[in-house]
């Protein structure tokens, strides 16, 4: 019999007798397959755990038919499997079919719609969800970035009746029938049923599903050919994610948490009287900006901010903390699931990282599918088992409701498309904290401004924390959003005066600052040494490190040296030695407590430190505040305020020499003597002082055009089921940020993606951080099959990546 429904005789080969309860959806587990009905109920109510996560928060609202097209497409979505085949090719050793799956599901869109009397939208959004769950509609430019788009598979040199009606063989009785009209009768049953509807009955004259699929596929293109209105884009947008997102939960059968590590009531736990900047935050409902001290309890405000604002949003808000470098999201993973509430039966919270580099790949192996076989010279079942482990690292990345971030993560959403669309509607209905939001040029700031604005609109809230934060930054900030912002900073003397500044006119490299900071080494003091480039951290570690170790004879962490430039797993080790080797002081402690760190500023944020005495390079005023608050970190040394050096910088990269040019003129106008304390009030002056002059006026018009543009190009989702790789490479590229891996670790990374008993998700750890300018001083190269840039150069657990040569030039933070 013929693929139904039936108008005629058929020529074809039956294929071997199949039932409904037959059919695989995937070729694992290898001992019993996940069945399709299996499979698509899964999906289908995976959607509820979705929805019971983000309700109708914000723009979602609009749609009140949003989640019932979800549900619908996603009971629908791979019911194409039925094919015989996909059917032939997920059986052990089975040849490649060659066609999409999604596709053939548009005939049984169709059949049910015509049957339930689905409105047009409702049809054309179900039938845009299940095709392009995999793949896009369209391609952005003359050539695809990675796989064809559907209008390049299916087109008018198609042959649709050879490719999902009757496949010709190598004789005409071998000819394979894709649907009996058996099976298509007990699979339409079952669907229907589940629809609650009457299965509707064949229909002499009526369309083949070959000839179904083909009309409706034809019509998605045409609606999707032109550029659409921004709000029905994002809507579009959104709804993928929430099928894609309900997908790959399903695959990996991994159930989204419930429960949140941050409890409603978490001020009231806090062992200590709040102070009064974290009473306001907590007391805060909406958008909310707060500039404490360093060592104030920022951290602790954002919190308390977070928890108050979760009673009163619809769903099961997450909470999602943003930190501006990579090398910083371990410590504060660790110090929030060390402080919060684990879920019952756990030892500690389940905090979520959101990867780099491995996040991505991940993201994209798991929309791949089974239709598309093995990579070339591999067995299917192999690239089976990777999608297999790629669909449950994924789902890591989603599964809790508090995480960790960098923003540059968040804004790949605006890649959008199979992989991404479910990491925007993630962001719908959650709490974003953006803590030390100083730290980013004007470029990075004007498009998280732009993502700002965004969320509001998918009924997010923001707050934004920092220890210096000049008042044009919060005025961009609060002109973005459009509900209110409440703006508290925290009352002087929060803080007490910690420093003595020192205004140095020598570089820090100097033969007489060297010899100072020996000094400080040999007299027990513990020493902080902060540079801009991770070259010159190098080098001042390599001349300093013995004289710490010297001092402190015995101890394995004397001296210690930190960067980006380290692998995630060496520099989580160090951060871990960091911590205990120079916590925070406590009151009655030893004045001298001695060691040696030597670091970036990849030492700024999200490390609670203390040293008794600190000199630094010259950079923009606010890392210069945030170094300063790494020294003597509460006021509690028994000296009172300690010494603390800025050194003019020779070199300003990786800052615009305007930016540190600025800083330098605000410190020298306020201690023209060249020394003086430093309160905190003497910060906001500095920070006034340096957007007061050009370099200032210039950033605040950058960041405005920054923002404007990243919301033009990247966040209208005019164009949203067109292939967006174009979008994904400019985006690395102006965030000028790659993570690469050491040749020397390529088959352990390989080993830790690919083998089926082990934890993709820890091949972040061979990770190090580089700027793309720098790819070419590495020699790096692009292995296609692992994505990711392999790089050159010399490696070592103590001083991190070095250049494959002497003369390779040196940029990086």
């Given at each position: 019999?013929?693929?139904?429904?039936?108008?005629?005789?058929?020529?074809?080969?039956?294929?071997?007798?199949?039932?409904?309860?037959?059919?695989?959806?995937?070729?694992?587990?290898?001992?019993?397959?996940?069945?399709?009905?299996?499979?698509?109920?899964?999906?289908?109510?995976?959607?509820a755990?979705?929805?019971?996560?983000?309700?109708?928060?914000?723009?979602?609202?609009?749609?009140?038919?949003?989640?019932?097209?979800?549900?619908?497409?996603?009971?629908?979505?791979?019911?194409?499997?039925?094919?015989?085949?996909?059917?032939?090719?997920?059986?052990?050793?089975g040849?490649?079919?060659?066609?999409?799956?999604?596709?053939?599901?548009?005939?049984?869109?169709?059949?049910?719609?015509?049957a339930?009397?689905?409105?047009?939208?409702?049809?054309?959004?179900?039938?845009?969800?299940?095709?392009?769950?995999?793949?896009?509609?369209?391609?952005?430019?003359?050539?695809?970035?990675?796989?064809?788009?559907?209008?390049?598979?299916?087109?008018?040199?198609?042959?649709?009746?050879e490719?999902?009606?009757?496949t010709?063989?190598?004789?005409?009785?071998?000819?394979?029938?894709?649907?009996?009209?058996?099976?298509?009768?007990?699979?339409?049953?079952?669907?229907?049923?589940?629809?609650?509807?009457?299965?509707?009955?064949?229909?002499?004259?009526?369309?083949?599903?070959?000839?179904?699929?083909?009309?409706?596929l034809?019509?998605?293109?045409?609606?999707?050919?032109?550029?659409?209105k921004?709000?029905?884009?994002?809507?579009?947008?959104?709804?993928?994610?929430?099928?894609?997102?309900?997908?790959?939960?399903?695959?990996?059968?991994?159930?989204?948490?419930?429960?949140?590590?941050?409890?409603?009531?978490?001020?009231?736990?806090?062992?200590?009287?709040p102070?009064?900047?974290?009473?306001?935050?907590?007391?805060?409902?909406g958008?909310?900006?707060?500039?404490?001290?360093?060592?104030?309890?920022?951290?602790?405000?954002?919190?308390?901010?977070?928890?108050?604002?979760?009673?009163?949003?619809?769903?099961?808000?997450?909470?999602?903390?943003?930190?501006?470098?990579?090398?910083?999201?371990?410590?504060?993973?660790?110090?929030?699931?060390?402080?919060?509430?684990?879920?019952?039966?756990?030892?500690?919270?389940?905090?979520?990282?959101?990867?780099?580099?491995?996040?991505?790949?991940?993201?994209?192996?798991?929309?791949?599918?089974?239709?598309?076989g093995?990579a070339?010279?591999?067995?299917?079942?192999?690239?089976?088992?990777?999608?297999?482990?790629?669909?449950?690292?994924?789902?890591?990345?989603?599964?809790?409701?508090?995480?960790?971030?960098?923003?540059?993560?968040?804004?790949r959403?605006?890649?959008?498309?199979?992989?991404?669309?479910?990491?925007?509607?993630?962001?719908?209905?959650?709490?974003?904290?953006?803590?030390?939001?100083?730290?980013?040029?004007?470029?990075?700031?004007?498009?998280?401004?732009?993502?700002?604005?965004?969320?509001?609109?998918?009924?997010?809230?923001?707050?934004?924390?920092?220890?210096?934060?000049?008042?044009?930054?919060?005025?961009v900030?609060?002109?973005?959003?459009?509900?209110?912002?409440?703006?508290?900073?925290?009352?002087?003397?929060?803080?007490?005066?910690?420093?003595?500044?020192?205004?140095?006119?020598?570089?820090?490299?100097?033969?007489?600052?060297?010899?100072?900071?020996?000094?400080?080494?040999?007299?027990?003091?513990?020493?902080?040494?902060?540079?801009?480039?991770?070259?010159?951290?190098?080098?001042?570690?390599?001349?300093?490190?013995?004289?710490?170790?010297?001092?402190?004879?015995?101890?394995?962490?004397?001296?210690l040296?930190?960067?980006?430039?380290?692998?995630?797993?060496?520099?989580?080790?160090?951060?871990?030695?960091?911590?205990?080797?120079?916590?925070?002081?406590?009151?009655?402690?030893?004045?001298?407590?001695?060691?040696?760190?030597?670091?970036?500023?990849?030492?700024?944020?999200?490390?609670q430190?203390?040293?008794?005495?600190?000199?630094?390079?010259?950079?923009?005023?606010?890392?210069?505040a945030?170094?300063?608050?790494?020294?003597?970190?509460?006021?509690?040394?028994?000296?009172?305020?300690?010494?603390?050096?800025?050194?003019?910088?020779?070199?300003?990269?990786?800052?615009?020499?305007?930016?540190?040019?600025?800083?330098?003129?605000?410190?020298?106008?306020?201690?023209?003597?060249?020394?003086?304390?430093?309160?905190?009030?003497?910060?906001?002056?500095?920070?006034?002082?340096?957007?007061?002059?050009?370099?200032?006026?210039?950033?605040?018009?950058?960041?405005r055009?920054?923002?404007?543009?990243?919301a033009?190009?990247?966040?209208?989702?005019?164009?949203?089921?067109?292939?967006?790789?174009?979008?994904?490479?400019?985006?690395?590229?102006?965030?000028?940020?790659?993570?690469?891996?050491?040749?020397?670790?390529?088959?352990?990374?390989?080993?830790?993606?690919?083998?089926?008993?082990?934890?993709?998700?820890?091949?972040?750890?061979?990770?190090?951080?580089?700027?793309?300018?720098?790819?070419r001083?590495?020699?790096?190269?692009?292995?296609?099959?692992?994505?990711?840039?392999?790089?050159?150069?010399?490696?070592?657990?103590?001083?991190?990546?070095?250049?494959?040569?002497?003369?390779?030039?040196?940029?990086?933070?």
């Amino acid at each position: 019999m013929a693929a139904a429904p039936l108008t005629g005789p058929v020529a074809g080969r039956p294929p071997r007798r199949r039932a409904l309860s037959d059919l695989r959806a995937k070729s694992r587990p290898k001992e019993d397959p996940e069945r399709l009905t299996t499979h698509s109920r899964t999906v289908h109510d995976t959607v509820a755990q979705i929805e019971a996560r983000v309700g109708s928060a914000g723009v979602l609202a609009t749609v009140p038919a949003f989640w019932s097209r979800v549900r619908k497409a996603a009971l629908l979505h791979d019911v194409g499997k039925v094919a015989e085949g996909f059917q032939r090719q997920v059986e052990p050793g089975g040849s490649v079919w060659g066609e999409r799956h999604e596709v053939l599901s548009l005939a049984y869109v169709d059949l049910l719609a015509t049957a339930a009397g689905w409105s047009a939208e409702d049809r054309l959004m179900i039938a845009t969800l299940v095709a392009t769950h995999h793949r896009a509609l369209h391609a952005e430019s003359s050539e695809d970035g990675g796989k064809p788009c559907l209008a390049r598979m299916y087109n008018d040199q198609t042959k649709w009746d050879e490719a999902f009606y009757i496949t010709p063989g190598p004789t005409p009785d071998q000819s394979l029938t894709q649907v009996t009209a058996g099976l298509h009768k007990e699979l339409l049953a079952w669907l229907s049923g589940f629809l609650a509807l009457d299965p509707p009955p064949p229909a002499p004259g009526a369309p083949t599903l070959a000839q179904r699929a083909k009309h409706l596929l034809e019509q998605l293109l045409d609606a999707w050919r032109q550029p659409v209105k921004p709000h029905q884009g994002l809507m579009a947008v959104l709804a993928q994610g929430a099928l894609t997102l309900a997908d790959r939960a399903g695959s990996a059968h991994v159930s989204l948490q419930t429960h949140l590590p941050l409890p409603p009531d978490y001020l009231a736990r806090m062992p200590y009287e709040p102070y009064a900047h974290q009473r306001q935050a907590a007391d805060t409902g909406g958008h909310l900006i707060l500039v404490a001290p360093t060592g104030s309890g920022k951290t602790e405000a954002g919190l308390a901010w977070a928890a108050r604002q979760i009673t009163g949003m619809p769903g099961l808000p997450r909470v999602v903390w943003t930190l501006p470098y990579r090398a910083s999201l371990n410590a504060a993973r660790r110090r929030f699931a060390d402080s919060l509430i684990p879920a019952p039966g756990e030892r500690k919270a389940d905090i979520g990282l959101l990867h780099g580099t491995v996040a991505q790949t991940l993201l994209a192996e798991a929309v791949e599918d089974d239709c598309a076989g093995g990579a070339p010279g591999a067995e299917p079942t192999d690239d089976q088992a990777r999608k297999a482990r790629a669909q449950a690292g994924a789902m890591r990345l989603f599964t809790q409701r508090m995480r960790v971030a960098t923003p540059h993560q968040l804004l790949r959403a605006a890649v959008a498309g199979p992989a991404y669309s479910s990491v925007l509607l993630e962001q719908a209905n959650s709490l974003f904290v953006l803590d030390e939001l100083h730290a980013y040029e004007p470029a990075t700031f004007g498009r998280l401004c732009a993502a700002m604005r965004l969320w509001e609109r998918l009924g997010s809230r923001v707050a934004v924390l920092s220890a210096t934060l000049a008042d044009v930054v919060t005025d961009v900030i609060e002109e973005s959003l459009e509900q209110p912002v409440a703006r508290y900073q925290a009352p002087p003397g929060t803080s007490p005066v910690r420093h003595r500044l020192v205004l140095d006119k020598s570089p820090i490299t100097a033969a007489a600052s060297v010899e100072r900071l020996r000094s400080w080494l040999h007299e027990g003091h513990s020493v902080l040494v902060v540079v801009n480039r991770v070259a010159d951290a190098q080098k001042l570690f390599g001349l300093l490190a013995d004289d710490a170790r010297a001092a402190s004879p015995g101890d394995p962490c004397a001296a210690l040296l930190l960067h980006s430039r380290f692998k995630n797993r060496d520099r989580d080790d160090i951060e871990k030695a960091l911590l205990r080797r120079h916590p925070e002081r406590r009151p009655g402690e030893r004045p001298r407590r001695g060691g040696l760190v030597v670091a970036t500023q990849a030492v700024e944020v999200s490390l609670q430190l203390d040293f008794d005495r600190g000199a630094v390079e010259n950079a923009p005023i606010e890392a210069v505040a945030q170094r300063a608050g790494r020294v003597n970190r509460r006021g509690l040394h028994p000296e009172g305020a300690v010494e603390f050096r800025v050194h003019p910088t020779e070199q300003p990269r990786p800052y615009q020499p305007a930016a540190v040019e600025a800083a330098w003129t605000a410190l020298t106008a306020l201690f023209p003597e060249g020394t003086g304390t430093l309160s905190e009030q003497d910060i906001d002056r500095l920070l006034h002082h340096a957007y007061a002059t050009p370099w200032g006026e210039e950033w605040l018009k950058e960041a405005r055009r920054h923002r404007d543009a990243f919301a033009e190009e990247f966040l209208s989702f005019t164009d949203p089921f067109h292939d967006r790789w174009e979008y994904a490479r400019k985006l690395s590229e102006r965030f000028d940020s790659v993570e690469v891996l050491h040749r020397e670790d390529e088959e352990e990374y390989r080993s830790l993606v690919r083998d089926r008993k082990r934890d993709p998700l820890l091949a972040a750890r061979l990770l190090i951080p580089l700027r793309y300018q720098q790819l070419r001083s590495y020699n790096a190269t692009v292995d296609r099959h692992l994505r990711v840039h392999l790089i050159d150069g010399e490696y070592d657990t103590t001083l991190g990546l070095r250049p494959p040569s002497a003369t390779a030039t040196e940029t990086i933070l």
